[in-house]
C-alpha cells in the first residue's frame, strides 16, 4: 500500500512538473490607424520575395492564432487586409556569461590544468555556456484597398529558452495584444507560455 501511494504520489509530482509554465516578459510597441475592429476583419497572408519558404510557412501557423484571437479572420478568397508576419531569432551571448571566458581562462575550484603560456586553471569540463536567444517579431496589417497600413506592431523577448513553437507564438499574442487601440511607446506584455 505504501508503495503504491509513493507511486501516485511521484507520479502526481511528474505531471505538475509536466504542467507548469514560464513567464515570458516582451517588449511591444504598436501603431494604430484603427479605431475599433473593423466590420469585415477578413485577411490573407502576404509575402516579400525573400519569405518564400517553409520558415515563414511555419511563422505565419504561429501568428495565425494571435490573429484570430485579436478579432481577425482569415479569408484568402475574399479579404479585406493584407497581413505581413516576420519573426527572427538569434543566439547571442547570455547576460549572466562568465566575464573571463573570453580570455580562456579564470579562476576555479577544483582541479585544473594550466593551458599554454597563460595562467589560470581550466574547467576539466570544458566551456560551460547557458543559451541565450533574442527573438523579434512584426504584424503589418494593410488595407487592401487603399493599401495603407491599418495596424503595426513589434514584440521583442529574449531568454534561454530554446522552443521557437512554444516561444514566437506567445510572443504574436503579445504584439496583438490590445488590438485595435494601441497605446503609446513601449510597454511590457508578459504571456505564460506552457513548457514543452
Known amino acids: 500500500m505504501a508503495a503504491r501511494l509513493l507511486a501516485l504520489l511521484a507520479a502526481a509530482l511528474l505531471l505538475t512538473g509536466c504542467a507548469s509554465t514560464f513567464r515570458l516578459d516582451n517588449e511591444v510597441r ?7 475592429v473593423p466590420a469585415n476583419p477578413a485577411y490573407r497572408f502576404e509575402r516579400l520575395p525573400s519569405q518564400q519558404n517553409e520558415w515563414q510557412t511555419r511563422v505565419e501557423a504561429w501568428a495565425d492564432p494571435a490573429l484570430f484571437a485579436a478579432g481577425l479572420k482569415r479569408d484568402d478568397a475574399a479579404p479585406r487586409y493584407s497581413v505581413q508576419v516576420f519573426a527572427r531569432v538569434q543566439r547571442v551571448l547570455s547576460p549572466f556569461a ?13 582541479v585544473g590544468v594550466t593551458i599554454g603560456f597563460g595562467s589560470g586553471f581550466m ?3 570544458g566551456r560551460m555556456e547557458q543559451p541565450w536567444y533574442r527573438r523579434e517579431v512584426s504584424v503589418i496589417l494593410r488595407e487592401l484597398a487603399s493599401n495603407q497600413v491599418a495596424w503595426e506592431s513589434h514584440a ?6 530554446s522552443d521557437n513553437a ?16 494601441a497605446p503609446a511607446g513601449v510597454r511590457k506584455v508578459v504571456i505564460d507560455v506552457p513548457a514543452r
Open 30 to 36: 504598436a501603431f494604430s490607424a484603427l479605431p475599433a
Open 98 to 110: 562568465d566575464p573571463w571566458d573570453a580570455w580562456g581562462g579564470g579562476v576555479g575550484v577544483g
Open 123 to 125: 574547467s576539466p569540463f
Open 156 to 161: 521583442v523577448a529574449d531568454g534561454p529558452w
Open 166 to 181: 512554444g516561444v514566437l507564438p506567445a510572443m504574436f499574442s503579445a504584439a496583438m495584444q490590445g488590438f485595435p487601440a
